[in-house]
């Protein structure tokens, strides 16, 4: 295919791509409000197990409106996910061997999968449980050293909304380590040997990584480090299963 031909299909693909973003958009932004009460669920959960009213609230006065923009926003992009990675799919896939297409497939399944688990592992597990943790640091007046005086958390939609999102990201991306390791040791980049010789220095770093990706405080870390170390136990599996066989071996 001509130079010219590739950019008129790749316009094409861009512009599908884009249509299905927008019109995700604007049917989010129908159900912001619905979409944020499940973000904000795990929190309100926690609040009404300790007896508190949940609130949350903002500070200016184009605060809440902004908030809905981005939950319209990044809602759509779950939603118009299959389009837009179809999409993708339909433009680079005339360009590849049909052996290739059968090696890619499974990433390209795998890939949304993982980052649904990530997630989830988030906000059914990680977000109780770290809640539960901020929320024991209030103060009621009722308590004996408080001397009248009460510390009650008052949080910012915009500032729960960014918590929630950056862990919900930093979850599923760290969940796509099997993929990326798999991935590399199926074009022979990586072996299975050298990934187990290795290990105790990758152990380490996932802890650095949960340590720059979440928020700091011990659970939240060691909800992502584990999670990463097995995750790193089963690419070593995986990698072994599709790395090319040397002759001496």
Excluded at 9 to 20: D, I, Q, T
């Amino acid at each position: 295919m001509p130079l010219l031909e590739h950019l008129a299909e790749l316009r094409r693909r861009l512009l599908w791509s884009a249509a299905g973003l927008l019109i995700a958009f604007l049917a989010c932004y129908h159900f912001s409000f619905q979409i944020y009460s499940f973000i904000a669920h795990p929190l309100v959960a926690v609040m009404k197990s300790r007896g508190e009213e949940p609130t949350l609230i903002y500070t200016q006065l184009y605060e809440a409106f902004f908030t809905y923009i981005k939950v319209s926003l990044y809602a759509a992009v779950f939603v118009a996910f299959p389009l837009i990675s179809t999409q993708v799919w339909l433009f680079i896939a005339p360009g590849l061997y049909r052996s290739e297409k059968k090696a890619l497939l499974p990433f390209i399944v795998a890939t949304p999968v993982l980052f649904l688990a990530g997630a989830a592992l988030a906000y059914y597990v990680i977000f109780p449980t770290a809640f539960r943790f901020f929320l024991s640091f209030q103060t009621p007046t009722a308590h004996p050293a408080a001397d009248g005086m009460q510390i009650e958390l008052m949080a910012r939609v915009s500032d729960y909304l960014g918590l929630v999102m950056k862990l919900v990201f930093a979850f599923g991306v760290a969940f796509e380590l099997p993929v990326a390791l798999t991935l590399m040791g199926k074009v022979g980049i990586l072996r299975s040997k050298t990934l187990k010789k290795f290990r105790r220095y990758a152990y380490v770093g996932c802890f650095v990584i949960a340590a720059v990706l979440t928020p700091p405080d011990v659970l939240t870390q060691t909800g992502l480090a584990v999670p990463l170390i097995i995750l790193y136990e089963i690419s070593i599996l995986c990698v072994r299963l599709v790395e090319p066989k040397l002759d001496e071996e």
